[in-house]
């Protein structure tokens, strides 16, 4: 079985803080890793993934396959960053799902 | 943005009632998903299509069900509306199922 866990469902941070989200992941195999954003009322869209290994709006994120984490990082964080901020995992497996953590509430404070 | 339509986009209903929602695309990707999110839950798969007429269960299938008769329409049926399924429904595309899932823009269903 494969989980996602966001261990944070809040989060507050002052802008021009560094911010980290947090996301553990429990899969037996090989697993492909996302970070999805969702601004207030509006679509979730793909902010990364970790195959792409590319920075978008600021954030990075690295798979620790060690630690089985895949935390989402940003060294300045915005106030156009609030958001909801949901992890997700594929198996790498025919019929593997796309999984989602529970999500994390991003507030940044001016 | 990928070509992802859901309609409608609100509806409120009463407990009993059918309740039919619609998700439309232009990307003809193979792959289409139902989606409920709700606080403390985050996004829960509903059902999955992989192609026309081809659908398969989710994690939270009880209640829904699904019908694909073309590749663009991915329609979500719920036979007699509870309030346990109020809730905010997207739906999702993608090209194949290891490749990333575009959402439209959500329903917000009311269900009273």
């Known amino acids: 079985a494969q989980r996602v866990t966001q261990p944070e469902k809040l989060l507050s941070v002052f802008k021009g803080a560094p911010v980290e989200l947090k996301c553990n992941y429990s899969?037996?195999?090989?697993?492909?890793l996302f970070w999805y954003v969702q601004y207030s009322r509006q679509r979730l869209q793909l902010l990364l993934r970790?195959?792409s290994r590319e920075s978008i709006k600021g954030f990075t994120a690295d798979l620790n396959k060690g630690e089985t984490s895949f935390h989402l990082k940003k060294p300045f964080a915005q106030e156009e960053d609030s958001a909801m901020y949901y992890c997700?995992?594929?198996?790498?497996?025919?019929?593997?799902?796309?999984?989602f953590g529970e999500g994390t509430q991003l507030t940044v404070n001016p | 943005d990928a070509g992802i339509t859901q309609s409608p986009r609100h509806k409120v209903t009463e407990t009993g009632t059918p309740v039919t929602l619609r998700c439309h695309q232009t990307?003809?990707?193979?792959?289409m998903y139902w989606y409920r999110q709700d606080p403390g839950h985050g996004l829960r798969l509903i059902h999955y299509?992989?192609?026309?007429?081809?659908?398969d269960k989710g994690e939270v299938s009880d209640g829904y069900s699904v019908s694909r008769s073309k590749t663009e329409d991915f329609l979500l049926t719920l036979e007699s509306a509870t309030s346990s399924q109020t809730s905010v429904y997207f739906c999702?595309?993608?090209?194949?199922?290891?490749?990333?899932?575009?959402f439209g823009d959500g329903t917000r269903l009311s269900i009273l």
């Open positions: 999702a595309i993608s090209e194949q199922e290891d490749q990333p899932q575009h």
């Open positions: 899969y037996s195999g090989s697993p492909e």
């Open positions: 970790h195959i």
């Open positions: 997700a995992l594929s198996g790498r497996t025919s019929g593997s799902r796309l999984t």
């Open positions: 990307e003809n990707h193979r792959y």
């Open positions: 299509s992989y192609g026309v007429k081809d659908t």
